[in-house]
């Protein structure tokens, strides 16, 4: 029971390269979200799907994109790494944008 | 959007019950209480949801007063692997709601 699954789990970037995050999920839900999270600080969002077929920013979108490729996956994608872009990004996903999140083990980003 | 505040930090001992309170005074009448927890490396996982009066389940009890802003998280007879940073969060949409710095509880054996 997998759960949501995150790719890579690690990475290190250069200033300027280019980066997609994987996220899937096997529960079947409908809704999924990208957070960072960075040292001492809770999670911010930054891109939420509420359904398949729709994206909408989040508190701190500025730098990134999301593509919601179906209904079990959500990516998102750092077009030109700053290193102010290095933090910890987590994926969720909940039946819907009420209910509780699920959330993946994160993936550990650091820009050089 | 309902702004929360928590004590930064709380020390407990194995065995006893842990009680973290989150402030909300602005909450609104369609907002929900919901709580996390995360252990380090690893993302949040939901502990309890509750929108009035008292909640329970298998983990954690949620006390609600009357007047919704504030509720107090409960843990019964802690253990060392209790020990996480706990989140309290007020909203009834996920884009209305933050993730504050939480409550790092440290459970001492």
């Known amino acids: 029971n997998a759960g949501v699954t995150q790719t890579p789990k690690f990475q290190v970037l250069k200033t300027g390269q280019s980066m997609t995050l994987q996220c899937a999920q096997d529960?079947?839900?409908?809704?999924m979200y990208w957070y960072r999270q960075d040292p001492g600080m809770g999670l911010r969002l930054i891109y939420y799907s509420a359904s398949e077929g729709t994206t909408d920013k989040g508190e701190v979108p500025n730098g990134y994109n999301v593509s919601r490729l179906n209904k079990r996956e959500f990516s998102l994608r750092l077009e030109s790494a700053a290193p102010s872009q290095t933090s910890v990004y987590f994926c969720a996903s909940s039946q819907d944008r009420a209910q509780p999140q699920h959330f993946g083990d994160g993936t550990r980003l650091s820009i050089l | 959007l309902a702004k929360t505040t928590q004590p930064i930090s709380m020390d407990s001992y194995e065995g006893q019950e842990v009680n973290i309170t989150c402030s909300h005074n602005?909450?609104?009448?369609?907002?929900?209480i919901t709580w996390y927890q995360q252990f380090p490396s690893q993302g949040p996982r939901f502990i309890i949801q509750g929108y009035k009066t008292k909640v329970t389940n298998e983990v954690a009890s949620l006390f609600i007063p009357a007047d919704r802003k504030s509720s107090t998280l409960s843990l019964p007879r802690v253990s060392l692997s209790d020990t996480a940073v706990y989140y309290c969060l007020v909203g009834d949409m996920v884009n209305d709601m933050r993730f504050g710095a939480g409550t790092r509880l440290t459970v001492k054996p």
């Open positions: 602005n909450i609104a009448t369609n907002d929900y």
């Open positions: 529960m079947n839900h409908n809704s």
